[in-house]
Every structure is written in structure tokens, then in C-alpha cells.
DNA sequence: GCCGTTTTCGGCCCGACTGTTTTCAGTCG
């Protein structure tokens, strides 16, 4: 059983315990071990095994029982009766908007509905509307609500929330009518994936916000509008919310609303022990407001240094700015030179010059080329002849272009054996190889683990290119052990790759704070196909902050000399 | 279900909006 799916179980169980009308906080404890034990990089097997899962705060006797008998017999029995109690199609109508556990167990216990197709046929025939507190109107919505759901259930890569957010927030400013004016949530925390888009105001005229905001074109629909918070459907199915407070009471808002949910728990958590209460209009010592001017004061009021946004996911951010312990995490301007580029040698868009001069405006002083290899047809993978080719080509742009340095590189296939793409003499030329895996995903955990292990310990081997090739709302990453392959990339010195493409992002930032204290190098990478996807590097830095890291764990913020040297 | 430097019981973060009802429950973030 993988950390994974434990987690999965500990949600659902808190989902099933909302449906029965179980105390909110039991739920509660499930969803928060759920995320404690995400945030633990510590194998889930060998906590339990050593009996140190208990000692962790937020399990207690009752968790630590079931997640032990969960890990070591593959079930649970509590899990598998309370499932047993609830009709499985209860908890997926948890995600259509407007139903929560209440209705939805109203609806079953007085009608029998146990699905959405059934919801619906109900809601269709005027069935509900002799429950208590259901009308027309309730009825409409949850129509509404299903709709939605099969239409807009998904996720959206976070390009398309900053492009209409900043739409948004422009639109907004220009206005006049507000102070200031930011995109919050998890926008501003540089999400790989977005649900919806925050947007926080400050204004004295919140019913003239309210206005603008759901009049721009953008907006498809309105889902609801108040006095100081309205919510939108926008064109492409996507939710955006915003809020208006006054402008003194901006910062804490800010901070509220960039959250993360967890990370506002826990600080909330501690500011009541320091007796404190914080919410979005201030914080407050025996109800006298603590005056902020801005976010960076409120963290100094519990003696902690300024977190930045991307880091407020609660995986130990509070506990590292109270010892000032915190990254200083690495930045778009310390990148001095990018790897993992295509070019028209094989599925890119550019020639090599073109690259080149690109890379030069941007103020790069090094670019490596790793067009694919032959096995990858498909993409048109280099032969041996079209590698002797490139060099020559790459040695005559070295000399024309002689304050810059362009890396012969190759995208090596790793082979479904584990092996690269070329015999040990091709793999000589080149100045450094990337490996990544590009067919045979279906393998089963433990050989597609060893096969990329293999792989990994071939000398020639410097970056393994995107660790798990996921792609973001639309594939799974292959099955591996993923601290594994950290642990194998520490020992071979083999650099991690941050694959900067927005649909990839991958490594997951989630990994990447074990995997730098574990001592592992990273390397952020456009993997691009024409000049236009260099502008992907700042997608790779957002979700290099998320997972902590800093100037000294990236290995192109080295300067011509360093990298040259770095891959000698 | 978890937790405790006032606590082993009684809390557990907090507020806006909607809809239904006329004072509040449910949902959401």
C-alpha cells in the first residue's frame, strides 16, 4: 500500500463521516492526517514498523491503529464497513456545487437518490421539492450544479488562470475606483493546477467593484454577488471569486485569502495560543487591532520572518520562519543558461542559431541542445550521422558566437532495459546527456524503478529529464518509487530535471525539499520546441520556489565556466 | 478523532453569501 493511496483512504473516510452527519472534527482529524502524512517525506512503512507514527502530532491512539493495520494487512476494517454504509455515489456528489453532506443525505434518505444521474432525473421531475428547504430555486441550482460538474469538473493549467487573471486585475485597476489590487490564493501561491481565480481589492466603493467585476465580458455567469464578495463563471468554465475589504484592512486580507487553507489553520492555531485572533479584517489582542501595513508586518507580529506566497502550503514554513530558517529561494534573474532544448535537427521549430540569438536577448550566456534520439522515430530522433552533423554545426556557431557557449547535448531515450540510446562512442561525444523515458510507461513499479535506476547509474548520464512524466490533468506519471530514483540520482550525481513546460512541471515541487536535503541538484528547463517556449522557464522557477529551493540547489545558475567545468 | 504550561473534557478558525424563512442552516473558501 503507497503513502498514496492511504492518503486517498483517509479523505474519503473524512468525506464518508460528513455524509453521516458524523462531528465535523472527527472528519476533520482524517483530513488532516491525510495532509500531515503528505507533507512527511519519512517512508510510511518504516514509521509504522518502528512504531513512530503515534509520536507525530495529529495521530492519535484511534489513526495510528487503523493506518498501522492499513499498512500492514493492506485493509482496514473500519474503512471497509463504513463504506459499506454509505452508497458510493454519495461521495462523488459531494463535488457538484451548492450540495453538501445535509442535503445530500436529505435527499437520500427521503428519495432514495444515490446518484447523479439520479439527482438529476429527480430534480427533472419536481421530486424534491416537497423536502424541508427545498424550492424551486434550490432545485434549479443543483441542476445547475450538475451541469457544471460534467461540463467544468476539471482543473486548469495555471497559464490560463495567470492569463485571465492578469486580464482581470488590469481591468480592474483601470477603473480608478480601487487602492490595491492583486490576485490571490492559489494564483499567488504559483499552483501547478487551478480550481478558480482570487482576486483581492481594496476600495471605498465595494458595490461599484461588485458591478465592474461581473459586468466584464469575460463573464459567462454570475454565481453570486454581495456587498463585498461576488463569484463568476468565466467563458472558459473557469470560477473566479473576489473580495473587497477597506484598504487598512488589505494586508490581513491578502494573507487570508493567499492561504493555503492549511497554512491558515495552523497559523491561526498558533496566533490563538499567543492569544490573538486573526482573520481577514486584522489581528486583534483583546480586541484591540495589531496595525499592519502590509503582509510582511503581520509575520513580524508572531516573530517570524516574511513567507513568500508560493511557500504557505504548510509543509513546515511556519515552524522554519519562527527560527528563520526559511530558503532564499532562487529567482528567475540568478538563471544564467538553459538546457533541454529541440531543435529542427529533430521535432523543434528553430535552427540552432536561432536559438542562440534568442538565449542572447534573454540575457543567457550558455544553452544546451538535446535534440532526441534515434529511438524516438516518431519525433525525429538523430542518427549517429545527424549527431556528427550537429557538432559540427554547434563547433562553428562556438567560434562565431565565442562570449557565448552552446552544450552538445542529447534527449537519450532510457530504453525499456534500462540502457541509452547509443553506443558508448556516440555517447562520448556529447558535452552532457539528459535520459528520460519516452515509451513503455505502462511497466509495472518495481522494473520501470529499476529500469530508470539503471539508467541513472550509467556514467554518461548527467540530468534525468522529466522524473515521472506525468502530464498535468491529463496523465499519470509512470509508476516508480520516487525516493528511489532520489536517492539513485544522489549517489551518481545525476541532476534532477524541473521540466518548466506548464503541462508537465515535473518534478513534482512536492518531492523537491527531501530531495535537496537529501543533497540532490536540480536543473530548471524549458524543454522547448521553438524560441517561444524559453518563456517557460518562469513556470519552472514558480514551482522551484514551491519546493524550496535556492540559488545553491540549481545547477544553471552556474556561469559559462562553472557549467562547462560542472560537466567535465 | 485529537489535544492540553489554566484543561483528561470540551473545545476544535472564521466569516460571506444564499435560500428559505422572519432568525438561521447549509455551503463555501
Redesign the pocket.
Known amino acids: 500500500m503507497t503513502k498514496s493511496e492511504i492518503i486517498k483512504i483517509l479523505n474519503e473516510i473524512g468525506l464518508l463521516l460528513e455524509l453521516k452527519g458524523e462531528?465535523f472534527?472527527?472528519s476533520?482529524?482524517?483530513y488532516d492526517a491525510a495532509n500531515k502524512l503528505e507533507v512527511i517525506q519519512e517512508d510510511i512503512q518504516t514509521l509504522v514498523s518502528e512504531n513512530r507514527l503515534g509520536s507525530i502530532?495529529?495521530?492519535?491512539?484511534?489513526?495510528?491503529s487503523k493506518i498501522t493495520e492499513l499498512v500492514t494487512t493492506g485493509e482496514m476494517e473500519?474503512y471497509t464497513k463504513l463504506k459499506e454504509t454509505v452508497p458510493k455515489g454519495l461521495v462523488s456528489m459531494?463535488r457538484?456545487?451548492?450540495?453538501?453532506?445535509?442535503?445530500?443525505m436529505t435527499i437520500y434518505k427521503s428519495l432514495g437518490v444515490s446518484t447523479i444521474e439520479g439527482l438529476k432525473e429527480a430534480c427533472e421531475n419536481n421530486r424534491l421539492l416537497d423536502l424541508?428547504?427545498?424550492?424551486?430555486?434550490?432545485k434549479d441550482?443543483i441542476l445547475e450544479g450538475i451541469k457544471n460538474y460534467n461540463e467544468y469538473s476539471e482543473k486548469f493549467h495555471y497559464p490560463i488562470g495567470e492569463v485571465l487573471g492578469s486580464e482581470l486585475l488590469k481591468y480592474i485597476k483601470a477603473s480608478g475606483i480601487v487602492q490595491r489590487c492583486e490576485a490571490a490564493?492559489s494564483l499567488r501561491r504559483k499552483k501547478e493546477v487551478l480550481k478558480?481565480i482570487?482576486i483581492l481589492v481594496s476600495s471605498d466603493e465595494p458595490d461599484k467593484v461588485m458591478d465592474l467585476f461581473t459586468s466584464h465580458y469575460y463573464v459567462k455567469e454570475i454565481t453570486?454577488?454581495?456587498?463585498?464578495?461576488s463569484s463568476v463563471v468565466l467563458q472558459n468554465g473557469m470560477?473566479a471569486?473576489i473580495r473587497v475589504v477597506s484598504d487598512s484592512q488589505y494586508p490581513y486580507a491578502l494573507h487570508h485569502?493567499t492561504g493555503s487553507?492549511e497554512h491558515?489553520?495552523a497559523l491561526?492555531?498558533l496566533a490563538?495560543k499567543q492569544g490573538i485572533?486573526?482573520?481577514?479584517?486584522g489581528l486583534f489582542k483583546d480586541d484591540e487591532l495589531i496595525i499592519c501595513h502590509n503582509e510582511e508586518d503581520i509575520f513580524h507580529v508572531f516573530s517570524m520572518d516574511y513567507i513568500p506566497p508560493e511557500l504557505r502550503e504548510n509543509y513546515g514554513e511556519i515552524e522554519a520562519a519562527e527560527n528563520n530558517e526559511l530558503p532564499v529561494l532562487v529567482t528567475n534573474e540568478d538563471i544564467k543558461g538553459v538546457f533541454h532544448t529541440h531543435t529542427n535537427y529533430s521535432d523543434g521549430n528553430a535552427t540552432i542559431e536561432q536559438l542562440i540569438i534568442d538565449c542572447i536577448n534573454r540575457g543567457y550566456s550558455y544553452l544546451g541542445i538535446t535534440d532526441h534520439s534515434k529511438t524516438a522515430i516518431y519525433a525525429g530522433g538523430l542518427t549517429e550521422e545527424d549527431i556528427k552533423r550537429q557538432h559540427e554545426e554547434i563547433d562553428l556557431l562556438n567560434e562565431k558566437y565565442h562570449d557565448f557557449k552552446i552544450l552538445k547535448g542529447i534527449e537519450s531515450d532510457i530504453l525499456p532495459d534500462g540502457s541509452l540510446d547509443y553506443n558508448e562512442r556516440v555517447l562520448q561525444s556529447f558535452d552532457f546527456i539528459i535520459g528520460s523515458v519516452h515509451s513503455a510507461f505502462k511497466m509495472e513499479q518495481n522494473k520501470m524503478t529499476n529500469r530508470i535506476i539503471k539508467a541513472i547509474s550509467n556514467p554518461y548520464m548527467n540530468i534525468l529529464g522529466h522524473p515521472t512524466g506525468r502530464l498535468l490533468l491529463s496523465r499519470e506519471g509512470y509508476k516508480i518509487d520516487v525516493e528511489q530514483i532520489i536517492e539513485a540520482c544522489n549517489e551518481n550525481s545525476v541532476v534532477l530535471e524541473i521540466n518548466a513546460n506548464p503541462y508537465r512541471l515535473d518534478l513534482d515541487w512536492r518531492h523537491m525539499k527531501n530531495a535537496k536535503e537529501k543533497g540532490c541538484k536540480f536543473v530548471i528547463s524549458p524543454d522547448a520546441h521553438s524560441i517561444k517556449e524559453f518563456d517557460y522557464m518562469r513556470y519552472g522557477i514558480n514551482v522551484a520556489r514551491k519546493g524550496w529551493l535556492e540559488k545553491s540547489d540549481v545547477i544553471n545558475v552556474l556561469n559559462k565556466d562553472e557549467i562547462v567545468r560542472y560537466f567535465m
Not at 453570486?224 to 464578495?229: H, M, S, V
Open positions: 462531528n472534527f472527527k476533520r482529524a482524517y502530532k495529529g495521530f492519535g491512539k484511534a489513526l495510528t473500519y459531494l457538484i456545487s451548492g450540495l453538501g453532506p445535509k442535503k445530500i424541508p428547504r427545498f424550492s424551486k430555486k434550490t441550482k490564493g478558480d482570487d453570486g454577488k454581495g456587498e463585498t464578495k470560477n471569486d485569502f487553507k491558515n489553520t491561526r492555531h490563538k485572533k486573526m482573520n481577514e479584517y
